[in-house]
C-alpha cells in the first residue's frame, strides 16, 4: 500500500457555547484534519492542538508545518506504509506528539479500511459501547453551573467533571455535591494550582471525588507524589504522561491513583494502547480523556475507551454537547452509552455537505 499524497485540511467548528478552562475560553475549534490517501484505501486524521499553545507546546499552525516539512517526506520514503515503522520514523523527530498523531491516526484508519478491520477490532476493544462522561467548564455564577449540570444529567451523562482554578473550586463543588447527591462527580485542574495549595485542595476530600485531574504543573512528579500522600482524592494525571514510561514513572513514584488517556497528547493510538497497558499491569485505572474532537477523532476515541482498563467514564460526549452540526453523522447517547463504531477503520465518513460548509482552507501533498 503506497501512499499517494495527503491533504491537511483546516476546518472551523462552532461551539453551541463558549468552553471555559484555566487555559481561557473558546468559541470555535480551529482543527487541522488529516487525509491520508493509498492507493486502495484512504484514512483521516485529526490533530488536537489548540490555536495557541496553551494546553502544550503544540498548535494548529505549528502542527500543519512540522506534518508537512518533516513527517510527511520521512513517511514518503517508505515503499508501503506500515503504521508500526511509520511510528519508529516519527520517532526521530523531537516532541510534537499532537502533530504525530494526526498523521499517524490517517495512515492507521487507511491502512485498517484496507483490510476491513475495525479501529476498535484492532485496538482490543472488549465492549460495543462506552459509558459516557461529560466535560462542563469554568462558568460565571454557581447558578449557571448548576442549571447546566441539570441538564447534562438529565440528558443521561453517568459522570460530569468539573473545570477547576483557584477562586472556583471548592463552592462549586460543594454546590454540586449537595444539589445532586450521590453522582460520579471528579474535576479537573488543567495545572492550575501548586504543591503550596496542598492544605486548600483537601479542601475537596469531603465530597466524595471520583479523582482530581492534574492539579499541579505537567513536569511535578515529585509534587503530585507529595499532594497523593496529603490528600484523600485520588490524584489523576493528564498533561503528565506523555508516554507509556511517563505513565509507569509517575505510578512507581506515587504520583498518581488514575491516568486520563489522550491519545494526541502520546503521538497516536498505538502509545495510548501501551499506556493503558501499563496502567493494568500496575493495577491502575484510565479513562479517555477528549479535547472537543469532531466525529472523527471521537469516533477513534471510543474505540479506545472499549479497551478493557478504561473503567472509569470518560469524556465521550455525544456530538451535540460542542457542536450543532458534526462533520460526521452524529455520536448520540444512548442509555448513557456512546455506541463503538464497528465498520472498518474509524467506521465513520465526513459528511461532505457538513464538511464543505465549514473548511476554511485545504493543501493537497503528494508524494
Not at 89 to 110: S, W, Y
Not at 238 to 253: F, Q, T
Not at 287 to 294: D, P, S
Request: hydrophobic letters at 45%; glycine letters at 8%.
Amino acid at each position: 500500500m503506497k501512499l499517494t499524497g495527503i491533504e491537511l485540511r483546516r476546518v472551523a467548528m462552532p461551539l453551541v457555547a463558549p468552553f471555559r478552562t484555566s487555559f481561557g475560553i473558546e468559541y470555535e475549534r480551529d482543527v487541522l484534519l488529516v487525509r491520508a490517501v493509498l492507493a486502495d484505501a484512504e484514512g483521516w486524521g485529526e490533530c488536537v492542538a489548540m490555536s495557541d499553545p496553551l494546553y502544550s507546546s503544540e498548535y494548529v499552525d505549528g502542527a500543519a508545518e512540522v506534518i508537512r516539512r518533516f513527517l510527511l517526506p520521512a513517511v514518503a520514503e517508505q515503499s508501503t506504509v506500515d503504521v508500526h515503522v511509520a511510528e519508529r520514523i516519527f520517532a526521530r523527530f523531537k516532541g510534537h506528539p499532537m502533530a504525530k498523531a494526526a498523521l499517524h491516526t490517517a495512515l492507521l484508519d487507511a491502512q485498517l479500511r484496507a483490510s476491513g478491520t475495525s479501529f476498535a477490532g484492532y485496538l482490543g476493544a472488549v465492549r460495543d459501547t462506552v459509558p459516557a462522561g461529560v466535560s462542563v467548564g469554568i462558568m460565571d455564577s454557581i447558578p449557571e453551573l448548576i442549571d447546566a449540570v441539570a441538564g447534562y444529567l438529565a440528558a443521561g451523562y453517568l459522570r460530569i467533571k468539573l473545570k477547576i482554578e483557584p477562586g472556583w473550586d471548592i463552592e462549586p463543588v460543594r454546590a454540586v455535591r449537595e444539589r445532586f447527591g450521590d453522582i460520579l462527580l471528579q474535576v479537573d485542574a488543567n495545572t492550575a494550582y501548586s504543591l503550596a495549595d496542598a492544605r486548600h485542595l483537601a479542601g475537596l476530600d469531603p465530597f466524595d471525588l471520583l479523582l482530581i485531574e492534574q492539579p499541579l504543573a505537567e513536569d511535578d512528579i515529585r509534587g503530585h507524589a507529595a499532594l497523593a500522600r496529603s490528600i484523600r482524592t485520588p490524584v489523576c494525571l493528564d498533561e503528565s504522561v506523555v508516554s507509556a514510561r511517563a505513565a509507569a514513572d509517575a505510578i512507581v513514584l506515587g504520583a498518581c491513583a488514575v491516568v486520563n488517556i489522550k491519545p494526541g497528547r502520546v503521538g497516536g493510538y498505538l502509545e495510548a494502547r501501551r499506556v493503558h497497558d501499563v496502567c493494568a499491569a500496575h493495577g491502575v485505572p484510565v479513562w479517555a480523556g477528549g479535547m472537543l474532537e469532531t466525529g472523527l477523532g471521537r469516533a477513534a476515541n471510543v474505540a479506545l475507551a472499549a479497551l478493557p482498563n478504561f473503567t472509569l467514564p470518560g469524556d465521550t460526549s455525544a456530538s451535540d454537547r460542542y457542536y450543532a452540526r458534526d462533520i460526521t453523522r452524529p455520536f448520540v447517547l444512548e442509555n448513557g452509552q456512546v455506541r463503538v463504531p464497528s465498520g472498518p477503520g474509524l467506521g465513520v465518513e465526513p459528511d461532505p455537505d457538513a464538511l464543505r460548509e465549514v473548511t476554511t482552507a485545504t493543501e493537497w501533498l503528494p508524494v
